[in-house]
DNA sequence: CAAGACGATTTGTCAGATAAATGAACCGGC
DNA sequence: GCCGGTTCATTTATCTGACAAATCGTCTTG
């Protein structure tokens, strides 16, 4: 489909600067517990009203990034309170230099909970979460164009997420997969290892359908070590590819764009 | 301790605002999809300013409950954008007639990810960290107060969970976590039950120490196994219990405004 | 009847002023 | 010289009032 994005007048003004100061935070541009420029310096930096970065302020303050009292001023708060599983911070996240990191990172949390949330969903599915997962893994395999591909292919693990029944696995689940968008980019590469991943997947597939849960967890694993394993022994992106890969946003953090799936 | 904490002018009047909008929506006043009174309507409602009004919107759209346009107005955004793992939608969410079924949600990612995070935990861990974690399970057995306990108890969690190494495990956990105070509570109670927790604790303990890392795992599983049980056979709590526990805060968002516990 | 213009409504942004909070400097008494 | 309270200056918090921008519904006109 590929709907024209409109940029409109590009994002309100104070999500623009919310991003300016998220960005550089998590860049580490101000470290934790350092004092902010005044409001009075930021409107001076970024040309808008008092109103405009007190308002992005605040978004940043209600992600735990800042906390503010009068006089004092507006200090960055320790790295514990951030709110990273947020669209917002996650997306200003992957647009650090340590994104790599990051990326291993949220590997391994997928490792942590994706064999148990496919577990629970043997077990918890009804017929249509089964049927939206199905239709997801038979996407997987028809799709003609990488995108699409990648598209299914989150698509199927938010479905199997959404059948465990557990309300924060799913807007957990969104989040990680959303930024894993890049890594199924990263992985999806060739006719061969494209087609041992849809086995992986269609097992999966089929454990849940069957209700085994054990065997669900199992496959789960199996795909995951395929993906680590492909990641490992994936030679370094050419110059081409890595300006191709880089024209879609990873995480859709703001509204006026719904993200992809949705699963009503 | 129990730093006398000055309630200064009772916080800031968006974070009131806010705090009264957020509740409201978890509560199910407003439904998702829903479109909420105007600005002008929440200022008389308030009886605030346009500003403290829209600084509080600012705050609940960064935590994705709300979105709004020109026009059209603000409206509540779909279940699944909420951004449960914050610590403010989290203390609003547990002070909803809802509460049990969240607790039965946040116990079940207990289980899902502390076996794992303990498994991490006893290879990764470094002294500094083992040792924390050491004294957080002693500080447990010499505890003389309830209160004292649970802090402890909640301490040694997240030991584990900032020993495994990764970033997400920690403030997740630390949600989690700070939310299951409650649980602790309610599960810490009679002697025999008690110290019997305190030697599952111990054997966590011990695992990471010598790095099993499914000797950790295991001891977890058991120790989730037996709050699970506990719970499952606990008689409803007396009147003067719950009237004591009602008194401390259970996630700590933003010190003096935490809603009042109310279970219906 | 259809397509485009227009008005009304609601949020977005701005500017300027006052209040409240609090760290730091200052001042007086001992 | 030192200690304690007091004042001051700085910064955020809040209020007020105004205009801009977006867009839905309606009205006009071909």
């Excluded at 300016?20 to 004092?35: H, K, T, V």
């Excluded at 996650?90 to 949330?117: C, D, G, H, N």
């Excluded at 990263?186 to 494209?194: D, I, K, M, P, Q």
Aim: net charge positive; glycine share 4%.
């Amino acid at each position: 489909m590929a709907i024209a994005k409109k940029k409109r007048t590009g994002k309100s003004r104070h999500f623009a600067a919310a991003e300016e100061i998220g960005s550089r935070i998590l860049r580490g541009d101000f470290a934790p517990g350092e004092l902010l420029p005044n409001e009075a310096e930021w409107c001076k930096r970024l040309r808008m009203s008092r109103s405009a970065v007190r308002e992005a302020i605040k978004m940043l303050k209600a992600k735990g990034l800042l906390n503010s009292r009068p006089k004092i001023g507006t200090r960055v708060e320790p790295r514990e309170r951030w709110n990273l599983l947020d669209r917002d911070v996650l997306s200003w996240y992957m647009a650090t230099p340590e994104r790599a990191r990051f990326l291993k990172s949220v590997q391994e949390m997928r490792r942590i909970f994706e064999p148990e949330a496919a577990a629970l969903a043997a077990i918890h599915r009804d017929s249509a979460e089964m049927a939206a997962i199905s239709v997801a893994c038979r996407d997987m395999g028809t799709a003609t164009t990488l995108e699409n591909r990648i598209e299914a292919d989150v698509r199927f693990h938010l479905g199997i997420l959404s059948a465990a029944g557990n309300e924060f696995l799913v807007p957990f689940g969104f989040l990680i997969e959303s930024a894993l968008a890049n890594v199924f980019d990263y992985v999806t590469r060739s006719v061969g290892t494209l087609r041992h991943a849809q086995s992986l997947h269609e097992n999966i597939e089929k454990a849940i359908r069957h209700r085994r849960p054990a065997a669900a967890r199992r496959a789960v694993r199996l795909l995951l070590a395929d993906t680590d394993d492909v990641i490992e022994h994936l030679p370094p992106p050419t110059a081409f590819e890595r300006a191709k890969r880089r024209r879609k946003p990873a995480v859709s953090s703001q509204p006026s764009a719904v993200p992809p799936i949705v699963d009503r």
